[in-house]
């Protein structure tokens, strides 16, 4: 009986496809190892074997399989299985999902190799000039890559050349795989095993004593061995002797020193984990208990702990045991920003255990993570990641902890799967049938209403630790203050009072602005045009500091004119501001102090966070201005005034959830304030002191502000009363997004009637060139989401057969948020 594989192929495929094994391969082939098959023209891609049974596939010939990569699966089993409710639930190919978990350099790729052909010798006279170095060179080696012919050939158009050899005969072209991830080699030194008896050695010494600097490295090599009992690297010889690496090197080659190779993490924790776990107060030690005892009947509590109650240290507590179990813990965090002080806190107490995983590690480092998490090292028994890390290869988990889940950074927008992490999470757990503990001071709407109605245990701290208190928080009207003239730039004269105090006290401030930039707006005040990116629907913001003007959508750039484009008068204005333009005012207003700023533009790199974290962290920046990135769980000792510069822009926002993420943003960036003793104070200047976000935050009154918003959600259909299911076409033609759009909407509306919201244009509606058009569809809790999906995928079906709306990219997001 003929036998088959079906594969996951790492692309937006809807089904796996198979091929044709023996019955060899059969035996030994399991599910989830890589497999190497060609798809497509002459491509070889890196699959993962899927299922192995007789069916032969109805619509093509099947291929064999190119070759085995691993000798055993590099995924779980649960993984797996989780991997298939992503699909099935966010709706896409199990393929995307296995792209987005995988770390890059474990799926091999292939590479097209240039040889000779061996039946034909060209005559030099015949060939070209670069056809003539090409076959040159093959003459050296027995073939060259696509980048080897580039710089022979010293340009990087080389393609046509390639092909006209092929056509001529003169060279034929294959595709190899390569290894991506490389593993990190320490080079390490011994003394040949012939010298261990006191005889030799003394022979040996005596020989040497003709070549002192050889003799030095050998007695040092003695020193060190004496000192500790491990191997000693190469690089420790050649400093602890003082001599050069050439030196070692012909001790080497005189076969007296032996090297060798260890494999080694290129993450490495290096400190020690002494600290012991700090005891519990006893508004924490009740917390622990009642998070313990909701987790007998529930798998999933939430813990509602205002900021700075402790929530950490009730985490550790619970890691704590997980660890004793022998038991995985996954720890989610919202945003990588907020890994490098996390991490720290936790490997003081449980040192080596902690695995790091997140986008701005290399590949090969998360490999390595991936890899140990697969044998089921102690090493990475605790891992701290982002979003992604739900994707890991946990074989036995016990608990996940998702820190701040009302973060929307735990939704992916773009590219599918565009899964919730925490929501991911939770079932991810229920495969390991582990216990899931999400936390926050401003829990989403969602956990809150599934902790109020009993789906999730509930636990509250109302106290921050130690009984500090809550900060102060004062409304500052900003039309008042305009209109009595108290203002200087963006700072009215109240916040410029408490920041003069502040910082006579030596204590530091946060301003928070949620615009990056100098100013979002640049118009002629002649003829009131504004600049706008070329490829987006969006007006360009001024950057300064490079005298630019940038979209934030696209990164396209230009330099900041001086006369009006449109009219050509120098009566160029800016309106608005961000970030940039604050930084400058505080540094008129406080010349003596040292203002740094934290947003997209100052934190790229491996490093940008972290040296901006470190620096604040240790008193040399007074006051830091930032966006969002400022609010996330970061623990600050010495904060005491927190600024918002304009809380309008966030309340405005057009989103049904503009304002459960208001009352969040405000909140959290508040708790930054006053987390010792020192009583913080925070200052937030509005237009509408009087509106009742503002009220409820300064209040600190969330369950008012819950039960209002969920007040609207019941009227107006939204989650979590609702699902949300949102369908976006995007096509650089305006009338055939139109068209594409229109169609789809009437054929639902057919099924789901009035249910159906749209199309229309989001507020921003080209970017990046693209027409964007959104169809809401709002799902009630008695309609099956199964049946709903269903019915999306059939009207999908028939939308691609029609010829004029394929080219239309079609984006499902579910739970959109
Ligand atoms: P949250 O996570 O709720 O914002 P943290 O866990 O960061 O709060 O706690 C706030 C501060 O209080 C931290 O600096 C933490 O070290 C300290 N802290 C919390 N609990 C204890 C405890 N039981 N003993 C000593 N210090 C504590
Ligand atoms: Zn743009």
């Known amino acids: 009986m003929e036998i088959f594989l079906d594969v996951i192929l790492p692309i937006p495929l809807q089904k796996a496809f198979t091929y044709h094994i023996t019955e060899a391969e059969a035996d030994f082939i399991k599910v989830g190892m890589r497999i190497a098959v060609p798809f497509g023209k002459n491509k070889i891609y890196t699959a993962l074997a899927y299922q192995i049974h007789n069916n032969p596939p109805v619509a093509y010939e099947p291929k064999t399989i190119h070759q085995i990569l691993d000798e055993k699966p590099i995924i779980?089993?649960?993984?797996?299985?989780?991997?298939?409710?992503?699909?099935?639930?966010?709706?896409?190919?199990?393929?995307?999902?296995?792209?987005?978990?995988?770390?890059?350099?474990?799926?091999?790729?292939?590479?097209?190799?240039?040889?000779?052909?061996?039946?034909?010798?060209?005559?030099?006279?015949?060939?070209?000039?670069?056809?003539?170095?090409?076959?040159?060179?093959?003459?050296?080696?027995?073939?060259?890559?696509?980048?080897?012919?580039?710089?022979?050939?010293?340009?990087?158009?080389?393609?046509?050349?390639?092909?006209?050899m092929v056509e001529k005969g003169l060279v034929q072209l294959h595709e190899e795989l390569y290894e991506k991830y490389q593993p990190k080699l320490v080079r390490y030194v011994k003394l040949d095993e012939v010298f261990r008896t006191e005889e030799k050695l003394q022979e040996l010494l005596e020989l040497l004593s003709r070549a002192p600097k050889q003799r030095e490295v050998v007695l040092s090599l003695f020193t060190l061995q004496a000192r500790s009992n491990k191997p000693i690297k190469l690089s420790e010889l050649t400093k602890t002797s003082g001599a050069s690496t050439a030196i070692v090197k012909a001790l080497i080659d005189k076969t007296i020193l032996k090297e060798y190779h260890i494999q080694i993490d290129r993450v490495q924790f290096e400190g020690e984990a002494d600290g012991a776990i700090k005891e519990l107060s006893v508004e924490q030690n009740d917390a622990l208990n009642a998070i313990e005892n909701h987790f007998e009947e529930k798998s999933v509590t939430l813990l509602h702990g205002v900021t700075s109650s402790g929530k950490t240290e009730i985490y550790v507590n619970l890691i704590q045991k997980q660890l004793e179990q022998g038991k995985q813990v996954l720890y989610l965090l919202p945003e990588i920003a907020l890994t490098t002080q996390l991490v720290e806190r936790l490997q003081y107490y449980f040192g080596e255990k902690i695995a790091v995983f997140h986008s701005r590690y290399s590949s090969n480092e998360r490999v390595e993570v991936w890899n140990n998490l697969l044998s089921q090292k102690t090493k990475a028994q605790i891992v701290v990641g982002a979003r992604s890390a739900v994707l890991l290869p946990f074989s036995d988990l016990g608990l996940i902890v998702v820190d701040e889940e009302h973060e929307q950074s735990y939704k992916q927008f773009d590219p599918a799967p565009r899964y919730h992490a925490r929501d991911a999470a939770i079932v991810l757990a229920n495969f390991h049938k582990a216990k899931v503990l999400l936390g926050s001071a401003t829990p989403s709407l969602e956990s809150y209403f599934n902790a109020s109605s009993g789906k999730y245990g509930l636990v509250e701290l109302t106290k921050r630790y130690n009984n500090v208190l809550m900060p102060e928080i004062e409304l500052v009207d900003l039309a008042d203050k305009h209109k009595r003239k108290r203002m200087k730039g963006h700072f009215s004269d109240r916040l410029i009072e408490e920041m003069t105090i502040a910082?006579?006290?030596?204590?530091?401030?946060?301003?928070?602005?949620?615009?990056r930039g100098f100013s979002p707006i640049v118009e002629c005040l002649t003829c009131g045009h504004s600049p706008q990116c070329p490829n987006c629907d969006v007006s360009l913001t001024f950057h300064q500091y490079r005298n630019q003007l940038r979209c934030h959508y696209c990164g396209f750039n230009t330099i900041m004119m001086t006369n009006c484009e449109a009219c050509g008068n120098a009566t160029i204005d800016t309106k608005g501001f961000g970030t940039?333009?604050?930084?400058?005012?505080?540094?008129?207003?406080?010349?003596?102090?040292?203002?740094?700023?934290?947003?997209?533009?100052?934190?790229?790199?491996?490093?940008?966070?972290?040296?901006?974290?470190?620096?604040?962290?240790?008193?040399?920046?007074?006051?830091?201005?930032?966006?969002?990135?400022?609010?996330?769980?970061?623990?600050?000792?010495?904060?005491?005034?927190?600024?918002?510069?304009?809380?309008?822009?966030?309340?405005?926002?057009?989103?049904?959830?503009?304002?459960?993420?208001?009352?969040?943003?405000?909140?959290?960036?508040?708790?930054?304030?006053?987390?010792?003793?020192?009583?913080?104070?925070?200052?937030?200047?509005?237009?509408?002191?009087?509106?009742?976000?503002?009220?409820?935050?300064?209040?600190?009154?969330?369950?008012?502000?819950?039960?209002?918003?969920?007040?609207?959600?019941?009227?107006?259909?939204?989650p979590p009363i609702f699902r949300l299911i949102k369908i976006t076409f995007k096509h650089k033609d305006y009338n055939k997004v139109n068209a594409a759009s229109d169609w789809f909407a009437t054929s639902l509306r057919q099924v789901f009637k009035a249910n159906v919201l749209g199309p229309e244009f989001p507020p921003i509606s080209r970017i990046r060139n693209l027409y964007n058009k959104n169809i809401l569809i709002k799902i009630p809790q008695n309609q099956s989401l199964a049946k709903t999906k269903e019915a999306i995928m059939k009207i999908h079906n028939s939308f691609n057969a029609v010829k004029d709306f394929r080219p239309v990219r079609v984006v499902l997001n579910i739970d959109n948020y």
């Open 580 to 718: 940039e333009q604050i930084e400058e005012e505080v540094k008129v207003l406080f010349p003596e102090h040292q203002v740094a700023r934290m947003d997209l533009d100052t934190t790229r790199g491996k490093f940008g966070f972290e040296k901006l974290i470190t620096n604040f962290d240790q008193g040399e920046i007074d006051v830091l201005v930032g966006t969002q990135m400022l609010t996330k769980g970061l623990d600050f000792r010495n904060v005491k005034l927190v600024g918002i510069m304009n809380a309008d822009n966030l309340l405005n926002f057009p989103d049904f959830r503009a304002h459960e993420r208001s009352y969040q943003l405000m909140s959290q960036v508040a708790g930054r304030a006053g987390r010792t003793d020192l009583r913080g104070k925070v200052l937030i200047q509005t237009y509408n002191p009087h509106h009742k976000i503002l009220q409820q935050v300064s209040t600190n009154a969330y369950n008012e502000m819950f039960t209002e918003q969920m007040n609207d959600r019941y009227n107006y259909h939204y």
């Open 503 to 515: 910082l006579h006290e030596s204590q530091q401030i946060i301003l928070f602005q949620n615009r």
């Open 76 to 164: 779980t089993e649960s993984q797996l299985k989780h991997w298939e409710w992503i699909a099935g639930y966010y709706m896409c190919s199990l393929g995307e999902v296995m792209r987005a978990s995988l770390p890059n350099a474990l799926i091999l790729e292939s590479e097209t190799i240039i040889s000779r052909n061996e039946d034909i010798t060209p005559k030099d006279a015949e060939l070209k000039d670069d056809e003539f170095l090409i076959i040159e060179a093959l003459q050296y080696q027995t073939s060259l890559k696509i980048q080897d012919v580039i710089s022979i050939l010293d340009k990087k158009r080389v393609l046509p050349v390639i092909k006209e």
